[in-house]
């Protein structure tokens, strides 16, 4: 193998929650050296779904921020005293990429803007993640990953037929998000070889948001069509969605005439066989009497003996698991999904970045940091002194219970 | 500008349906050659969901078709024949990316795997994306976007409270998993620049949806948690979700106090300013009471109303809107997230990539390709004579209807 994909690549990391976070520790799983500088108090993902038993077995640290903070460095600075600012601009001239999610108008008020930092160095991307796009009539509005769910569209096909939709239980919009901006930062380390100048990329939630919609807005844009909840039903094919077991349910799909028939014969044929269910056509228009029809044979079986059946007959079928079903099954460890992660004395599951490379191996993992524990470190590996860093520290610029000190 | 990001990269695609189309519909905005090799009959997702009305009026492709598929270029090959595997092999030969999503094994019996190709081509990178990944126990099992949501959990944890749960409304499996699989190709073309050679890269439908529920898993790691679906709400705060408007819904973000004290200064106080509501844990134990007490007021208002109350109260509010109203809200369009496809003489609307480049332009749009269409244009530019490509013809390299003519 030869070195990580992004050996030697610095990252300065203003991100906070989620979508920026979660793209930042992908680039730390490729190699880059991410710096996240964090406000006096910290990334306010540390405290999400904090518990008192957590607080003492884990030091405190939330589970989402546990997911999505490994193999970086913290440091605390306050960005409102002009010694932070100070900083941060000198940090920026000496890295190769910035992240940030503030709203748009926040980065250029501190100074820290495109324009500015590009004025420093020509070679810096500057990878801004907002919550509707920096132009346009909501530009200023905020949102999270829920208003996003919202606003897309998605929650209005979530749910079920004639309730009340609902939103998609994970933060799909913010993660599917942090790709976006991994992409854009790629592409643009990509760029700069050939034209020896960084630029400034952007990604939204909306644009995140949009792209996971993008086949049902082409049909709307085509005629018109809209659909509706359906369960764990869709509109494309039948049988498509989850099946009673005894013991849980089991998604089956058998979306053409082959696969059809390969599922009669496994689990009926009596009650499945009849003509109007023989068709792709027949099905779809039929789908409430067969979803009966399946279920009466299904719920007499468990899901373990469902799943030996049908992956006999070669029908594609999953348990529909619970969340430890899913974090504990043994293939996801198998294709390397799980990295252990070093909490204290406690060693945690992680999730990987989702792709790898077969010549080029994942940094090594660390723990995520603890807030502020890296700014003296860093700040004298960017050549400041040991009296520069004391001056800050009295300044407040890292924050003023470091200051009180 | 400088010229796009990918400007002379060359990708070779036999991937179909929906994470790797995506993938390589990135690709192609961003200015990268496409070739989408197909099987006779064409990639399946052309036919998806094709009614009689969209086949008079649009020609015959499918709404997910032609959302994922623009700027790409078309070639009907049978990789079943010899002449089919000997220009694929050619086509390798001389581009810088291979796609594929064939089940692990498929590709190496056509003489097309990554070690094959590799000794033709050393600087390719070869993305393989699979379902469950190319090793451990599920290896060799089939799945798709609904039966990943079913395995990850993501279903366990979609839907309402002591109801069975339900999928989220799109495939957001498959979509993530496309710009895994972008960021994968975006970092190996990046290494590529250091090391000369190129590499095997990999993601899969399971490393996609354990990404998406990262955060719940390392909640299940750390102690056993798990959650439950919770309709529109979420464990983390409250209130976080969807509220009645007189004509619509609302989804209301207030998780801090002062949040919490500028929603109850907008829209009560009567009913809300109680001691049960005081504190993020008094409203998280409390939470049926207050979406009650919340609901009662804003069932009083039109979703206009409610969005202008909470905007000049500064509490983040959006509408849950239909796929229409989200498709044609002028945010999208403003921030570039809508581009327009040719398809005949209609200009059809449809998502755009979901990051962009301030230095690089995006690739001018072109029509998803006719199956087919551009194959012997492709075979000549990578020097097959116009005699060879009629003998592949005549030998059924491009499908036997095409032998036939």
Known sequence: MS?????????????????????????????????KVEPPGGDEARYYGVT?????????????????????????????????KEIARALARDVDVVVHNYRPGVMERLGLGYDALQALNPRLIYAEFSAFGTTGPLAKA???????????GLISITGEEDRSPVRCGSAIVDLHGSL????????????????????????????????????FYTEYWMDGAMHKPMGTANHLSVPNQAFPGSDGEVVIIASTNEMWQRLVAALGPEGL????????????SNRAALVKAVSAITSTKTCAELLAILEAAKVVATKVNTIGEAADHPQLAAVGGRVELPVGEHRIGSVATPFSFSNAPSAEVSSPPVLGAD??????????SRERIEAFREAGAFGRSQAKN
Chains 1, 2 share one sequence.
């Not at 905020?142 to 897309?152: F, M």
């Not at 066989?273 to 779809?284: H, I, L, N, S």
């Open 142 to 152: 905020g949102a999270n990953d829920l208003a996003l769910q919202a606003h897309s």
């Open 180 to 215: 976006a901006i991994v992409s854009a930062i790629l592409g643009a380390l990509f760029h700069r070889v050939s034209t020896g100048v960084g630029q400034r990329v952007e990604s939204s939630l909306l644009l995140s948001s949009a792209h996971l919609m993008s086949y």
């Open 273 to 284: 066989d009849g003509p109007e269910f023989a068709d792709v056509f027949d099905r779809r």
């Open 52 to 84: 008192k038993a957590r607080l003492e077995r884990f030091g405190g640290v939330s589970p989402s921020f546990l997911a999505l903070n490994r193999n970086k460095r913290s440091l605390e600075i306050d960005l409102r005293t002009e010694e932070g």
């Open 3 to 35: 070195g990580n994909v992004l050996e030697g690549i610095r990252v300065l990391d203003f991100s906070r929650v989620f979508a920026g976070p979660a793209a930042t520790q992908v680039l730390g799983d490729m190699g880059a050296q991410v710096l």
């Open 375 to 384: 700014t003296d470190e860093v700040l004298a590996e960017f050549g400041f």
